[in-house]
């Protein structure tokens, strides 16, 4: 199966927890982290789990932030049903789940995220910069509102679909010339705090906006699917230009 885990930030149902072990078990996904969850009664969860649900729901990681469940991931694929203005590059689940096989045949080390927000708002603007990517699952216009585990069901159905057809082996070297892994994207935050850093000490980024200026830098990097060497190659370069810039 694709090294995929399923994140829930914020749920506020134990029911839908419950779900969504269930749809995670359907699809062969056994990694459930659930992010500052609003309630997390386990008894109200393990009706609606059922069968290899309760494995997963037994074994389900609570974090504190986003951040820390996605420290380790490679991919991290955000869901939102807002699909205005800079989210104009949102694709669909089943462009997502091509995207998650091939990422995952190229990389030995590759783990990959599906991130969910609350039933009631979903993830919030901070929340879905720290994704590289955006997922809307397209629905009739007068009825856009899915269940969460429902979204989450659909989602992982596509993964699991384009699964069968391009198999993937976690032992098998990359294609081509072996190279450095894949960062994760603690990793790259780190790339983008200090290349923040030194783009405002050289004077590059505006003080009062730096974030905004930097989201199609963050772009860029992501598309590219960063290695660890070229991460070190670029955080040299970067110690070197604030070396400079405090003589």
């Given at each position: 199966m694709l090294p995929l885990s399923v994140v829930l930030v914020r749920p506020r149902f134990p029911e839908n927890i419950g779900m969504t072990a269930r749809a995670c078990a359907n699809m062969g996904v056994t990694n459930l982290t659930l992010v500052n969850p609003e309630r997390w009664e386990y008894a109200k969860a393990v009706p609606l789990a059922t069968g290899k649900g309760l494995?997963?729901?037994?074994?389900?990681?609570?974090?504190?932030?986003?951040?820390?469940?996605?420290?380790?991931?490679?991919?991290?694929?955000?869901?939102?049903?807002?699909?205005?203005?800079?989210?104009?590059?949102?694709?669909?689940?089943?462009?997502?789940?091509?995207?998650?096989?091939?990422?995952?045949?190229?990389?030995?080390?590759?783990?990959?995220?599906?991130?969910?927000?609350?039933?009631?708002?979903?993830?919030?603007?901070?929340?879905?910069?720290?994704?590289?990517?955006?997922?809307?699952?397209?629905?009739?216009?007068?009825?856009?509102?899915?269940?969460?585990?429902?979204a989450v069901l659909l989602l992982l159905n596509e993964c699991f679909t384009a699964s069968l057809e391009h198999i993937w082996h976690p032992d098998r070297t990359p294609k081509g010339k072996k190279t450095s892994r894949t960062t994760t994207l603690e990793e790259q935050e780190l790339l983008f705090r200090t290349l923040e850093e030194t783009l405002r000490r050289i004077d590059y980024l505006p003080a009062d906006n730096a974030g905004w200026f930097m989201q199609p830098l963050k772009h860029f990097f992501r598309r590219a699917t960063l290695r660890r060497h070229e991460f070190d190659l670029l955080m040299g370069v970067c110690r070197q230009v604030l070396r400079i810039a405090a003589k």
């Open positions: 494995d997963i729901l037994n074994a389900v990681h609570v974090v504190n932030s986003l951040t820390d469940a996605l420290k380790h991931c490679t991919l991290a694929f955000g869901t939102t049903a807002r699909t205005g203005g800079w989210r104009a590059s949102i694709i669909t689940p089943r462009k997502a789940a091509a995207m998650i096989t091939e990422h995952c045949g190229t990389n030995e080390r590759a783990s990959v995220a599906l991130v969910f927000g609350p039933e009631d708002r979903g993830l919030e603007n901070a929340e879905t910069t720290l994704c590289t990517n955006l997922v809307t699952i397209p629905t009739a216009p007068d009825a856009s509102s899915l269940n969460l585990a429902q």
